[in-house]
Structures are given as C-alpha cells and as structure tokens.
T-cell receptor
Framework: GAVVSQHPSWVICKSGTSVKIECRSL??????MFWYRQFPKQSLMLMAT?????????EQGVEKDKFLINHASLTLSTLTVTSAHPEDSSFYIC??????????FGAGTRLSVL | GQQLNQSPQSMFIQEGEDVSMNCTSSSIFNTWLWYKQDPGEGPVLLIALYKAGELTSNGRLTAQFGITRKDSFLNISASIPSDVGIYFC???????????FGTGTKLQVIP
C-alpha cells in the first residue's frame, strides 16, 4: 500500500512553545490531506482538511489560529500547534487519499506539553 | 463531529474463535472502510468496500457493506494473538472526502 510518513513520532515541549508536525506522502501525490486528533481510549476526530495551494478547512470547534496548517506541496502538509498548552497533549495523525481514493494514515505524533 | 456507532465496545475471546463486530450510522456512506490500530500507531487499512451489498475478504477477515449503506460488519475467523488491537470502521461520502470514524472495538485474544 501507499506510504504516509509523519515526523516527529514523539515530541515533548514546554507550555507556550510551538510545535510543527510534518506529514508526507512518500510515493504518491496528494492535493488533500487530513489531520486528526486522538485522545486516549477514544476514536479519531477530524480537525481539518489540508488543501494544496489554498487555505485549510477546519472542523467546527477547532481553532484555526492555534492549529496552523500549511500544504506547501503535493507531498507535504504541516500542522503547527502554536502556544501549546497541556490540554493540547494528544496523538495527532494525518492521512492522505491515493488516486484510488483510499485513505492511508501516518504513524502518528504523540505530543506531550509540560 | 459525527461518529459511527460501533459494537461491541470491547471483547475478550479465546484464540481460535471467530469474531464479529459491526458499525451503524444514521447517514448514508458511499464507501466503508475497516482499520486496525495498534497502540501508539496510526490506523492501518484492512478492507475497503465500495458498493452496497459488497462482501469482501482479506485473508481471515471478511467485511460487508450493508444494503442500506448505513451499516457494515467485520468478521475475523480463527483469531490469533496478533489480532489484538482496536478496530475502527469508517465511512466516506465521496471521492477524496473526509473519513468519519467509528467509536472503535477493542479486541483482546486470550492464548
């Protein structure tokens, strides 16, 4: 299957700092990518849709100024958690659809904000 | 956001037993997907279903797309310890659209 790479896999940061997470489609191009957040023992909740060359589309209740998304190329989308606080600690996962419209997921990034 | 209702929420089974889990939605989906997630990892696609009534197998896994397009089930036959994990159903309304996830079924296999 297709490969979606996410980096870093784990990050610890101090409260108030910003953290950038990268999502790359390694063997296919993706004009759209998706960012999810998953709290312990819960399902994945969509945060936003990342669109190459245009603004991201955010789900209701997700602060766009706090979770900055940039889809700079057909293989890379980044999520920046700005001014992170302990309540932002979570597991962040990206996905990208292939030409066959099958969503492949990255391995996730565990964010711990101290 | 919207979620699909998945049942059971969790299950303990003996190695070798068959497993069945299902997923229901109040909305129609055009694509149903089943994923498995191991701790600390992203979901891995198991089966994709594209047509109402479709029955698809992947090794010991079999999944069906309900006729009403509002439900799907996943069966695992002859379970083994590595089947342990959380299984998510997911629905998609159209091409390149966002995926809506189910609430998950945690499977534990007793050797």
């Amino acid at each position: 299957g297709a490969v979606v790479s996410q980096h870093p896999s784990w990050v610890i940061c101090k409260s108030g700092t910003s953290v950038k997470i990268e999502c790359r489609s390694l063997d296919f191009q993706a004009t759209t990518m998706f960012w999810y957040r998953q709290f312990p023992k819960q399902s994945l909740m969509l945060m936003a849709t990342s669109n190459e060359g245009s603004k991201a589309t955010y789900e209701q209740g997700v602060e766009k100024d706090k979770f900055l998304i940039n889809h700079a190329s057909l293989t890379l989308s980044t999520l920046t958690v700005t001014s992170a606080h302990p309540e932002d600690s979570s597991f962040y996962i990206c996905s990208a659809p292939t030409g066959a419209n099958i969503q492949y997921f990255g391995a996730g990034t565990r964010l711990s904000v101290l | 956001g919207q979620q699909l209702n998945q049942s059971p929420q969790s299950m303990f089974i003996q190695e070798g037993e068959d497993v069945s889990m299902n997923c229901t939605s109040s909305s129609i989906f055009n694509t149903w997907l089943w994923y498995k997630q191991d701790p600390g990892e992203g979901p891995v696609l198991l089966i994709a279903l594209y047509k109402a009534g479709e029955l698809t197998s992947n090794g010991r896994l079999t999944a069906q797309f309900g006729i009403t397009r509002k439900d799907s089930f996943l069966n695992i036959s002859a379970s083994i310890p590595s089947d342990v994990g959380i299984y998510f159903c997911a629905g998609q309304t159209g091409g390149y659209q966002k995926v809506t996830f189910g609430t998950g079924t945690k499977l534990q296999v007793i050797p």
